[in-house]
């Protein structure tokens, strides 16, 4: 199994809702990480986890909470969001113990709204 | 701050015309990546470029990385439609932190 997966694919959320997007990679990886992408833009770092540590926090507003329960999951907890946070959501894992040395993989994302 | 400058924006090319898109970092690089994003679609891992001067070719798709190791392209010949999406580049400093994305340029092919 070679691939990363999220759910939901879609996500629709109002300003005072709770949602939470997940990631599962079935590949050993050690570094999971969480990207933000707008639109014409490149994928925006927002937190790495290394073997199952959170080790990058890029000064992420603390309405975002990820979690990583296991080796093999992350998720991203969404409380209280902005329409401005509206985005595609990528989750990416490597093989290495996170940062840039290997090959990063990623998901297909989860398209947020934030009506 | 450490920065990847990544031109064009955008090329737009006849198909069978060939492309290049060039990155340049601020300071030097461990390595560089190169993914392609189609539209709609997620970013997807090309190559890894480590070594000063390294170049690398997969099919229609040349890789080059500087001699100082701060600069790095992408050469398409030919290209298809099928190369259609943005090309990003993404370098490593070696020291703490994670990749640094380049802008991206979005290659659109006329049939």
């Known amino acids: 199994d070679t691939e990363v997966t999220q759910t939901p694919k879609h996500l629709v959320m109002g300003m005072t809702n709770k949602k939470s997007l997940k990631c599962e990679q079935h590949?050993?990886?050690?570094?999971m990480y969480w990207y933000k992408q707008k639109a014409k833009k490149p994928p925006e770092l927002m937190f790495v986890?290394?073997?199952?540590?959170?080790?990058i926090n890029e000064s992420v507003p603390s309405r975002f909470s990820p979690e990583c329960p296991n080796s093999s999951l992350l998720n991203l907890h969404l409380h209280a969001l902005q329409p401005e946070d509206s985005a595609l959501y990528l989750c990416?894992?490597?093989?290495?113990?996170?940062?840039?040395?290997?090959?990063?993989?990623f998901g297909p994302g989860t398209r947020l709204t934030v009506l | 701050g450490q920065q990847v400058m990544q031109i064009p924006q955008y090329q737009h090319v006849q198909e069978g015309e060939d492309f290049t898109t060039y990155c340049n970092s601020s300071?030097?690089?461990?390595?560089i990546q190169w993914y392609k994003q189609r539209p709609g679609g997620h970013p997807v891992f090309l190559i890894q470029?480590?070594?000063?001067?390294e170049v690398k070719k997969q099919k229609r798709l040349t890789f080059q990385f500087g001699e100082a190791k701060k600069n790095s392209s992408l050469h398409i010949t030919a290209t298809q439609t099928t190369d259609v999406g943005t090309y990003f580049c993404?370098?490593?400093?070696?020291?703490?932190?994670?990749?640094?994305f380049g802008k991206g340029t979005k290659l659109s092919v006329k049939p």
């Open positions: 300071t030097t690089l461990s390595n």
């Open positions: 590949m050993g990886h050690r570094a």
């Open positions: 993404a370098g490593w400093t070696g020291s703490q932190g994670n990749l640094i």
């Open positions: 986890y290394s073997y199952e540590k959170l080790s």
């Open positions: 470029l480590v070594k000063s001067g």
């Open positions: 990416a894992s490597s093989q290495d113990g996170g940062g840039g040395a290997g090959e990063q993989f």
